[in-house]
């Protein structure tokens, strides 16, 4: 073995997450996650844009005090250059030898930044860039192209990053999202931390998802369930999630008739037992990453309904752990409702293959083994 890979061996690698805060969302809860399970052989620090949200209580148990390079607004604005001149100084300062961006704002500081000090820069692309216009989305793979090695969570993304943005494949790692199976089990025994809606012991479908963006396509549920109800069926929907769409989205459930049957149920905590009380789940998106939702449904033994976008067939494999329908097709997710309504056992089937699936390929000790791995290759120049 070399000196420096025995050094290395020997010294506790120096890495930082850096995410853009701790509110409640698939990436941050996926940052918490591997701060919670890295080994202990990393001096691991945590750096944010902004040091706010409900998961800030979980990385300060954790004994994590963020260091914070605020934006504070526009990126174009001089405050951006000077964070990011400040951020190299502290990578310096700090000995960081990998720093881990877990999304688009983090990216644009984190990357220069990096160049600046010599540290080694991994960037998370975890979702399909949907979101963004064509000067951010250039202004993105721009600095993807910059990091040392870049992390998708599902294989839809990784061809993305290839074919479109000529990525060679051989700096994109795929590595899924993972769920701590024990904290899980023991939120489902835990119970609810709130009274569900009466449905008198009517079959339940789940949607777990902000309503912020019109990319989650609430609506398209809805008019699902409208269908459903047309052909003689009861099915009762519970959608856990608010955002500024959630009003509209009450109002077209009531000029569907369906208010009496579709419950919002805004934020949740208990999310792992509210899927313990439901027949099935459903994401009807018309892109995605990996969905942390549909994880967590298919861990608590339900078979899911998603649309064949992003990550999602990967996940569920239609006609295995559950039914992939086209997105933005109502008339087909009420049909894959009704399938599963009409045969009670072939649900149950496919909710168990679903667990199977997240306890054998989802778990949190794989993916952390997945990243440990990967940044002692990229600190190595791997």
């Known amino acids: 073995m070399r000196r420096e890979e025995v050094r290395m061996a020997e010294e506790p690698l120096r890495l930082v997450q850096f995410t853009k805060s701790f509110h409640i969302g698939g990436t941050e ?61 502290w990578l310096r300062r700090e000995r960081v030898e990998v720093v881990h961006a877990h999304d688009f704002y983090s990216t644009m500081l984190v990357v220069p930044a990096a160049k600046l000090a010599g540290t080694k820069v991994i960037v998370g692309r975890l979702d399909l860039a949907h979101w963004h216009g064509k000067a951010r989305r250039a202004l993105l793979q721009g600095l993807t192209r910059l990091a040392d090695h870049v992390v998708a969570n599902a294989e839809a993304i990784r061809r993305m990053l290839v074919r479109e943005e000529g ?35 009517a079959p339940v479908v789940v949607h777990v998802a902000n309503m912020n963006h019109p990319v989650k396509r609430q609506e398209d549920l809805l008019r699902a369930l409208a269908m459903v109800r047309l052909k003689g069926h009861v099915l009762h929907a519970f959608l856990v999630g608010d955002g500024p ?11 569907l008739g369906l208010t009496d049957t579709v419950h919002f149920l805004g934020h949740r905590s208990d999310v792992p037992a509210i899927y313990a009380r439901a027949d099935f789940g459903v994401l009807c998106s018309t892109a995605e990453g990996m969905s942390n939702a549909v994880m967590e449904g298919m861990a608590a033994g339900l078979p899911m309904v998603v649309t064949s976008v992003g990550g999602n067939p990967e996940l569920v494999a239609d006609g295995e752990r559950g039914l992939v329908v086209p997105p933005l097709r109502p008339e087909a997710m009420c049909e894959a409702f009704r399938k599963l309504l009409a045969d009670r056992e072939l649900g149950r089937r496919m909710g168990s293959e679903a667990r199977a699936f997240v306890e054998r390929e989802l778990s949190l000790e794989r993916m952390v083994r997945r990243h440990d791995a990967l940044y002692r290759r990229v600190a190595r120049g791997g």
Not at 169 to 191: C, K, Q, T, W, Y
């Open 29 to 89: 809860v996926q940052v918490v996650e591997l701060l919670r399970g890295l080994p202990s052989n990393y001096r691991v620090q945590v750096a944010v844009l902004q040091d706010a949200g409900p998961l800030m209580d979980s990385v300060s148990r954790l004994g994590f005090a963020p260091e914070v390079f605020p934006l504070n607004g526009s990126l174009a604005r001089p405050n951006s250059a000077r964070q990011v001149v400040r951020l190299a100084q």
């Open 245 to 255: 769409r959630r009003l509209e989205l009450e109002r077209m459930a009531g000029s």
């Open 167 to 201: 990525l060679p494949a051989e700096r994109v790692s795929v590595i899924p999202n993972g769920l701590d199976l024990a904290r899980f089990n023991m939120r489902m025994r835990e119970g609810l931390k709130a009274p569900l809606p009466d449905t008198r012991g």
